[in-house]
Structures are given as C-alpha cells and as structure tokens.
C-alpha cells in the first residue's frame, strides 16, 4: 500500500522524489493529472490544496466532469487455475462469482490502513 493523503475530500498518493529531494504527491481518480511538491506533511496540504484547487477551476472554466467515471463492470484475467479456485469459493459460500468477488474487494477495501487524513 503506497501512503495516501486525504486533501479536501480526495485522494493523494504520496512518495518521496530522490532527484529533487522533495515529496511528491499525485490525485487519483481525476480526470488528468494534478500533482504537487513538498518538503514536509504540512507543506504537501498546502500545495494539494492548492493544486486540487487550480485542477477543479480548469475543469470548471473548461466545462469538463473532474472525476473518472465508472461503468461499474471491468474485466478481470486470471491464470485458469485461479479462476476455478474462485468459482468453487463462490459456490461454497452458496453465491455466484461476481457477488463473492464483490464481497472480497470490500472486505479488502475495510481492512486497509486508515489513510492519512488532512481535511
């Protein structure tokens, strides 16, 4: 799991950027990029902040959505072996495939760290 920082309701994955000695942080689930450098934690919410800030006015002056939009569907390829694994998982939690990997994704999803969080 990458370090997450939470800046005004969005995601930021965080690293450190050795060739500039400063951390890095990048949105995801927007429409295109928006990064922003620190060299602290208080300095990346302010420049988060900031750059969230001058992304959602471009959009806004653009007429152009922010955020990714999903389908909901996606596909997924498996070794067949694994594949066969899942679906006598399903069957032996009496559901189908889609409805058991449903479950998992969220029971993974509750049992990640908690994020940092910078409201």
Not at 23 to 50: K, T
Not at 67 to 75: E, I, K, T, V
Request: charged share 25%; proline share 5%; with cysteine.
């Amino acid at each position: 799991m990458k370090n997450v920082m939470l800046i005004d309701g969005e995601r930021a994955v965080i690293s450190y950027d050795p060739e500039v000695g400063m951390f890095r942080g990048e949105f995801v689930g927007l429409n295109a990029g928006a990064d922003f450098y620190a060299d602290s934690a208080a300095g990346l919410l302010d420049e988060g902040r900031q750059s969230l800030q001058v992304f959602l006015d471009v959009c806004r002056e653009n007429g152009i959505e922010p955020r990714r939009s999903f389908s909901g569907r996606f596909n997924l390829r498996l070794p067949p072996e694994l594949h066969a694994e899942a679906v006598l998982a399903a069957e032996a939690h009496g559901t189908s495939l889609n409805e058991w990997i449903e479950y998992t994704i969220k029971e993974a999803l509750e049992a990640e760290p908690p994020h940092i969080k910078a409201s």
